[in-house]
Antibody, heavy 121, light 108 residues
Framework: QITLKESGPTLVKPTQTLTLTCTFS??????????VGWVRQPPGKALEWLAL???????QYNSSLKNRLTVTKDTPTKQVVLRMTNVGPVDTATYYC?????????????WGQGTMVTVSS | SYVLTQPPSVSVAPGKTARITCGGN??????VHWYQQRPGQVPVLVIF???DRPSGIPERFSGSNSGDTATLTISGVEAGDEADYFC???????????FGGGTKLTVL
């Protein structure tokens, strides 16, 4: 059974760096094709994809946010970390961790419960 | 960059068929995934690879993809289907994951 859980601060000040951790179970990030990604959703708004990291350490970033995002994986601890620099109020959102697989063209077949992050001074 | 366009809202009476569209330039050349997000809940994958259903998703949910439009069809709509629906593609040319803006399905 695949599970993912996000953790991190609920409140971040403008200009700070946001660090979120996804801890997963039920699969390995060494299996060919597997990826773990991040999707966010501002209150009342649409989903926005942020980043994906794959079993082979390839990474994808939302081109509009690329300069601010870094995604890394720690295979032994089954964690994926997202860092977002220089946050602002527009980054206030629920952040979701997702599982994907290239065999399904990266359908996000499992989602974490999400973590709400507010950016405010 | 590639853009997916969804109608903001669709309304349907219980028992009828709802069709939610996702428009994109030659979207038929891509594989489309659909997610359901009930109010206050986490998105759930309901269709992948244009028309495949994950286990546990009712047969009432189906998908198609042709030309510039992909369609999520919900037959025999129930009150519990009231939710936001989002389409998603992997744009290989830009290596970007793209979401549509979402469609709110209202069951009258």
């Amino acid at each position: 059974q695949i599970t993912l859980k996000e953790s991190g601060p609920t409140l971040v000040k403008p200009t700070q760096t946001l660090t979120l951790t996804c801890t997963f179970s039920g699969f390995s990030l060494t299996t060919t094709g597997v990826g773990v990604g991040w999707v966010r959703q501002p209150p009342g708004k649409a989903l926005e994809w942020l980043a994906l990291i794959y079993w082979n350490d390839d990474k994808q970033y939302n081109s509009s946010l690329k300069n601010r995002l870094t995604v890394t994986k720690d295979t032994p601890t089954k964690q994926v970390v997202l860092r977002m620099t220089n946050v602002g109020p527009v980054d206030t959102a629920t952040y979701y961790c997702v599982h994907s697989d290239r065999i399904t063209d990266d359908a996000f077949d499992m989602w974490g419960q999400g973590t709400m992050v507010t950016v405010s001074s | 960059s590639y853009v997916l366009t969804q109608p903001p809202s669709v309304s349907v009476a219980p028992g009828k068929t709802a069709r939610i569209t996702c428009g994109g330039n030659n979207i038929a050349g891509k594989t489309v995934h659909w997610y359901q997000q009930r109010p206050g809940q986490v998105p759930v994958l309901v269709i992948f690879f244009d028309s495949d259903r994950p286990s546990g998703i009712p047969e009432r949910f189906s998908g198609s993809n042709s030309g510039d439009t992909a369609t999520l069809t919900i037959s025999g709509v129930e009150a519990g289907d009231e939710a936001d629906y989002f389409c998603h593609v992997w744009d290989r040319s830009s290596d970007q994951q793209i979401f549509g803006g979402g469609t709110k399905l209202t069951v009258l």
